[in-house]
Antibody, heavy 119, light 111 residues
C-alpha cells in the first residue's frame, strides 16, 4: 500500500521560505506525477504544482514565481519550496500522486501538515 | 480563477440518499469528463472516491456515484451510513488555467 508522509517546519516567519518534503513508501516514485496541494483554514483546496519522476514540472500560475518542486528518486522523496511567504500561505499542505498528467486523479494523498506563517 | 462551487453543507439520515453538486464553467467542468471527487475525514489523508466523472476506484463502495450535466458535476451517496460523514471536494481538469481546480468543499452530516 502506497503511503505519503509530509514533513517540515510547522511555523515559518513572514518573508522566509517554506520547505516541505513528502516521503513515499510502499511503492516507487518513478513514472508518476507528484503534486503539492494546500488548503488554507476555512477554504478549499488549491493545487500548487507537480513534478514528474523525471524532473519535469508544472506550477500553478498564481504561485509560479515563488514555487520550486524537486524530486530525489534515490530517497523516494519530493519537496516543495515557497519563497517570500505571507500569512496568506498559512495552510495545510498535502502531497498527492497521480498517474497521468492529462487525466489527473489523485489516488494517494498524505494526511497533510499545517504550516503557519507568523512572526 | 475561482474555485468550483459546492454547497457548504448537506445532511441526510442513515439509509437516505444525498447529492452534492459541483458547478464550474465551460473552461473546466463543462469541457472535460475529468471530474474527480474526494472524501476527507479531518486529520486523515483525502480519499479518491470518483474519477473521470463516474468511475469508481477499486475498493470504493458502489453507494457512491458521479454524473455530469453541462458545467455541473454531481456526487450521489445512496444508503447513507455514519462513516460517510466527512468533507467532500470535487476537482476538475482545467488545462488552460491552473491545470486542476478544486471546489470549496461540502461538509456532509449524517443525522
Amino acid at each position: 500500500q502506497v503511503q505519503l508522509q509530509e514533513s517540515g517546519p510547522g511555523l515559518v516567519k513572514p518573508s522566509e521560505t517554506l520547505s516541505l518534503t513528502c516521503t513515499v513508501s510502499g511503492g516507487s516514485i518513478s513514472n508518476y506525477y507528484w503534486s503539492w496541494i494546500r488548503q488554507p483554514p476555512g477554504k478549499g483546496l488549491e493545487w500548487i504544482g507537480y513534478i514528474y519522476s523525471s524532473g519535469s514540472t508544472n506550477y500553478n500560475p498564481s504561485l509560479k514565481s515563488r514555487v520550486t518542486i524537486s524530486v530525489d528518486t534515490s530517497k523516494n522523496q519530493f519537496s516543495v519550496s515557497l519563497t517570500s511567504v505571507t500569512a496568506a500561505d498559512t495552510a495545510v499542505y498535502f502531497c498527492a500522486r497521480s498517474s497521468m498528467a492529462a487525466r489527473p486523479r489523485f489516488d494517494y494523498w498524505g494526511q497533510g501538515t499545517l504550516v503557519t506563517v507568523s512572526s | 480563477q475561482s474555485a468550483l462551487t459546492q454547497p457548504a453543507s448537506v445532511s441526510g439520515s442513515p439509509g437516505q440518499s444525498i447529492t452534492i453538486s459541483c458547478t464550474g464553467t465551460s473552461s473546466d467542468v463543462g469541457s472535460y469528463d475529468l471530474v474527480s471527487w474526494y472524501q476527507h475525514h479531518p486529520g486523515k489523508a483525502p480519499k479518491l472516491m470518483i474519477y473521470e466523472v463516474n468511475k469508481r476506484p477499486s475498493g470504493v463502495s458502489n453507494r457512491f456515484s458521479g454524473s455530469k450535466s453541462g458545467n455541473t458535476a454531481s456526487l450521489t451517496i445512496s444508503g447513507l451510513q455514519a462513516e460517510d460523514e466527512a468533507d467532500y471536494c470535487c476537482c476538475s481538469y482545467a488545462v488552460n488555467t491552473t491545470y486542476v481546480i478544486f471546489g470549496g468543499g461540502t461538509k456532509l452530516t449524517v443525522l
